[in-house]
């Protein structure tokens, strides 16, 4: 008697299958472009509180006491997901170079904030997954195609055009969000590799713990070398000593662990919920935001320059997030 004699017969509407199917599976595309959005966004606000504070304390400080405050959050969320026996990885090392590149970069990032309006500092920044692309090629073998290639050359004279090498108008201080872009880039491709078999809330873990030992064991150095600060608003704020905050300060600073930690979580389960060369060009709403934010908080109004570059850069990422191939997951923390 053949198999399928014996078994009961279920009356199954295969049309109405598939649709659910379809459904629940737009639900949570939808739901990943929700959460990932509402990351990006938590994460402005971040950035126009550390902007806000870059001219009466060091980043040092900033990030140090971010970091003190995120780790307890963030301790809960990993023993809630696996447990904290997670964190003493077999991987610790790979993790923690993970982490110190990725400290390296937003630090780099923070010290655009002084001089640099904030549209300019996040646009520049959105050049790392075309810097992911361009680095994918020789680090992971993988293969880039012409089309993405394309892209970045579109990106580049975005950059160009935002940065005005040559002219009077060219600010140092530009360059210091694209080191920031190569930096996280190079902390993308690690996450590559350790995604496979590390969650998303360890590495996030053990990046807050690098940036809070980074931060002081930097601030120690720096206080050691007796380096004064200079006329320069950048260097002046890595180079500040550390002082008392004021009350107001201090939560404005401490508001910043409590944002992390919440931002990450949403971006995490934004790339869990759905695919990531869906999601991941959701991250360019950050462009929207921090304009808006410049305006309202530092009377900051964009160039044409800016906003030219800024829409070649978008475009140019998002035709690189678009290719299958060259999907990044997300890597921030």
Same mark, same amino acid.
């Given at each position: 008697?053949?198999?399928?004699?014996?078994?009961?017969?279920?009356?199954?509407?295969?049309? /109405?299958? =598939?649709?659910?199917?379809?459904? +629940?599976?737009?639900?949570?595309?939808?739901?990943? +472009?929700?959460?990932?959005?509402?990351?990006?966004?938590?994460? &402005? +606000?971040?950035?126009? =509180?550390?902007?806000? %504070? /870059?001219?009466?304390?060091? %980043?040092?400080?900033?990030?140090a006491i971010r970091s003190l405050v995120a780790l307890p959050i963030l301790a809960g969320i990993v023993q809630a997901e696996i447990g904290l026996r997670a964190l003493f990885s077999p991987r610790a090392g790979w993790l923690t170079l993970r982490a110190f590149t990725l400290f390296l970069s937003y630090t780099t990032y923070y010290l655009a904030f002084p001089v640099l309006p904030l549209a300019e500092a996040v646009a520049l920044f959105f050049t790392a997954p075309l810097l992911i692309t361009v680095l994918a090629g020789p680090v992971l073998a993988e293969k880039i195609g012409w089309r993405s290639w394309a892209a970045i050359a579109v990106g580049l004279a975005g950059v160009v055009i935002m940065l005005r090498p040559g002219t009077a108008l060219f600010e140092p201080a530009a360059v210091l969000s694209l080191l920031s872009a190569l930096l996280y880039a190079a902390a993308?491709?690690? &996450?590559?590799?350790?995604? +496979?078999?590390?969650?998303? /809330?360890?590495? &996030?873990?053990y990046s807050v713990w690098v940036y809070l030992a980074a931060a002081i064991g930097l601030a120690v150095l720096l206080q050691g070398a007796e380096i004064s600060t200079t006329s320069?608003? !950048?260097? !002046?704020?890595?180079?500040?000593?550390?002082d008392k905050p004021t009350s107001s300060d201090f939560l404005l600073m401490a508001a910043c662990g409590v944002i992390a930690a919440v931002a990450m979580t949403l971006l995490t389960n934004a790339y869990?919920?759905?695919?990531?060369? =869906? %999601?991941?060009?959701?991250?360019? &709403?950050? =462009?929207?935001?921090?304009?808006?934010w410049g305006f309202m908080f530092f009377s900051e109004i964009p160039r044409w320059t800016t906003a030219l570059g800024a829409l070649l850069i978008i475009a140019s990422g998002i035709a690189v997030l678009r290719q299958p191939k060259d999907s990044i997951r997300n890597s921030s923390s």
């Open positions: 008697m053949q198999l399928q004699n014996r078994l009961p017969v279920v009356g199954v509407n295969l049309p /109405s299958v =598939i649709g659910v199917q379809l459904v +629940i599976l737009q639900d949570r595309t939808t739901q990943g +472009i929700v959460f990932l959005c509402l990351g990006v966004f938590t994460f &402005t +606000i971040q950035d126009a =509180i550390i902007k806000n %504070v /870059s001219g009466s304390y060091p %980043v040092t400080q900033v990030v993308a491709l690690m &996450t590559r590799r350790l995604g +496979i078999a590390e969650k998303a /809330s360890v590495m &996030t873990f320069h608003p !950048s260097l !002046s704020f890595l180079l500040r000593p550390w869990r919920a759905a695919p990531a060369n =869906i %999601v991941a060009p959701f991250e360019y &709403t950050g =462009i929207l935001w921090l304009p808006l």
